[in-house]
């Protein structure tokens, strides 16, 4: 199965500041790549699919990016509804996988 | 609106079954399928595999197979999962989400996710 390999675990950052999430695939995943946002006690919530398309309601200051094994998710100017942990998801090659997960923290 | 609403809070003993259920509303739901994804307490998630709620077609993580059932009541627009045989280790939020199947493969992402079931294995 596909790993998925993201850094930093955790990543401490000041409302308005840049983050720079890393999601790196075990093999070739093409564009078949998601990222989620999930808050404490809450589900994940669909963020990009196909490495870089915004899902429906989500807000422009986030962006993915990237193809084959390296992707990378931004968000241009943190808000403090922003501070979380983030996931990609890989659906190139059964079974889907998710990455362990970057936590958002404020600094 | 889609909505995935689940049943509640589970505690069951090493050993027995659960079974969870996920209603869906707002979307017609045999043109969709169901996946199903776990998060053991402060861990990340987990993918348990998916069913076609138009043809009940199904496909399993293998570290599930033989423990894991998936299916779907179409009169209710209902999901539901059975794990047996529940260790400690099963203890976790479960949670459905929709995803966009075709034949034998889930084709598009996971945009709604229901609230989550705990699941909690204790003797």
Same mark, same amino acid.
């Given at each position: 199965?596909?790993?998925?390999?993201?850094?930093?675990?955790?990543? %401490?950052?000041?409302?308005?500041? !840049?983050?720079?999430?890393?999601?790196?695939?075990?093999?070739?995943?093409?564009?078949?790549?998601?990222?989620?946002?999930?808050?404490?006690?809450?589900?994940?919530?669909?963020?990009? %699919?196909?490495?870089?398309? !915004?899902?429906?309601?989500?807000?422009?200051?986030?962006?993915?990016?990237?193809?084959?094994?390296?992707?990378?998710?931004?968000?241009?100017?943190?808000?403090?509804?922003?501070?979380?942990?983030?996931?990609?998801?890989? !659906?190139?090659?059964?079974?889907?996988?998710?990455?362990?997960?970057?936590?958002?923290?404020?600094? | 609106?889609?909505?995935?609403?689940?049943?509640?809070?589970?505690?069951?003993?090493?050993?027995?079954?659960?079974?969870?259920?996920?209603?869906?509303?707002?979307?017609?739901?045999?043109?969709?399928?169901?996946?199903?994804?776990?998060?053991?307490?402060?861990?990340?998630?987990?993918?348990?595999?998916?069913?076609?709620?138009?043809?009940?077609?199904?496909?399993?993580?293998?570290?599930?197979?033989?423990?894991?059932?998936?299916?779907?009541?179409?009169?209710?627009?209902?999901?539901?999962?059975?794990?047996?045989?529940?260790?400690?280790?099963?203890?976790?939020?479960?949670?459905?989400?929709?995803?966009?199947?075709?034949?034998?493969?889930?084709?598009?992402?996971?945009?709604?996710?229901?609230?989550?079931?705990?699941?909690?294995?204790?003797?």
């Amino acid at each position: 199965e596909i790993v998925l390999t993201q850094s930093p675990a955790t990543l %401490s950052l000041s409302p308005g500041e !840049r983050a720079t999430l890393s999601c790196r695939a075990s093999q070739n995943v093409y564009s078949y790549l998601a990222w989620y946002q999930q808050k404490p006690g809450q589900a994940p919530r669909l963020l990009i %699919s196909d490495a870089s398309a !915004r899902a429906a309601g989500v807000p422009a200051r986030f962006s993915g990016s990237g193809s084959g094994t390296d992707f990378s998710l931004t968000i241009s100017s943190l808000e403090p509804e922003d501070f979380a942990v983030y996931y990609c998801q890989q !659906r190139s090659s059964w079974p889907d996988t998710f990455g362990g997960g970057t936590k958002v923290e404020i600094k | 609106q889609v909505h995935l609403v689940q049943s509640g809070v589970e505690v069951k003993k090493p050993g027995a079954s659960v079974k969870v259920s996920c209603k869906a509303s707002g979307y017609r739901f045999t043109t969709y399928g169901v996946t199903w994804v776990r998060q053991a307490p402060g861990q990340g998630l987990a993918y348990l595999g998916w069913i076609s709620a138009f043809d009940g077609r199904k496909k399993y993580v293998q570290n599930f197979q033989g423990r894991i059932t998936m299916t779907t009541e179409t009169s209710t627009n209902t999901a539901y999962l059975e794990l047996k045989n529940l260790t400690s280790d099963d203890s976790a939020v479960y949670y459905c989400a929709r995803a966009d199947t075709y034949g034998d493969k889930v084709i598009g992402y996971f945009d709604s996710w229901g609230q989550g079931t705990l699941v909690i294995v204790s003797s």
